[in-house]
């Protein structure tokens, strides 16, 4: 794999490498991947292939329409995606996925702090179009590893209205919130889902809060 990121444009078997967009985030001003024009890199359909590395990157999916996916190709034990908000770097979560739909795929979320340090230190997902949960969920995260964020409400994750995050062969683990929530916090009628398989490894365990520690 040479140090690249393709994305599959359209699904058609195209990869074009756009490694120019993605390069060159920071802690203070990390990249933005997202479907809306503004992005550093719009994206609103096909996947994003990351190689080995710390990308100082947020995405952001707000369209209903977008179908996009974020994969690491050799796993999250060599693509992490992070903020640096830990360490005094960028606020936000990492991944933020509002009435639309995401999949990650073999990537680690490390060291987000939270939209405005308050709820979702690596994740927040929202719906609150539809009045109920949405019929697939709002965030797929598989044979991923969500470690060492903090916030004060959910210090991995946080899901509001009737979002909805599925977890498949994922971690949680090693988060922290100052309030509530170590691993996640759930508000109003969202969802979490965790499963894993036989080969894979999936829960959300030594989470740190005041209250609820895991959850």
């Given at each position: 794999c040479r140090d690249e990121t393709g994305i599959n444009g359209k699904r058609d078997g195209t990869e074009t490498d756009v490694t120019a967009s993605v390069l060159g985030g920071t802690s203070s001003d990390?990249?933005?991947v997202?479907?809306?024009l503004s992005a550093d890199l719009y994206v609103d359909d096909g996947t994003l292939y990351l190689c080995d590395g710390y990308w100082y990157m947020k995405v952001v999916i707000t369209d209903p329409t977008s179908n996009v996916t974020v994969?690491?190709?050799n796993g999250w034990e060599y693509t992490t995606l992070t903020t640096g908000g830990v360490w005094g770097g960028s606020s936000g979560s990492i991944v933020a996925v509002s009435n639309a739909s995401l999949t990650l795929d073999g990537v680690d979320l490390y060291g987000g702090i939270g939209s405005d340090g308050e709820k979702g230190g690596a994740i927040v997902v929202e719906q609150t179009s539809g009045g109920a949960t949405p019929a697939t969920p709002n965030l797929t995260i598989r044979n991923s590893f969500v470690e060492g964020n903090f916030t004060q409400y959910g210090g991995a994750i946080?899901?509001?209205g009737y979002g909805w995050i599925a977890l498949?062969?994922?971690l949680v683990m090693f988060n922290e919130a100052a309030v509530a929530g170590g691993g996640e916090w759930v508000q109003d009628r969202g969802t979490v889902t965790c499963e894993g398989s036989v080969l894979g490894e999936a829960g959300v365990v030594y989470n740190y809060?005041?209250?609820a520690g895991d959850v």
């Open positions: 990390p990249i933005v997202g479907d809306y994969a690491g190709r946080a899901v509001l498949e062969d994922t809060s005041p209250l």
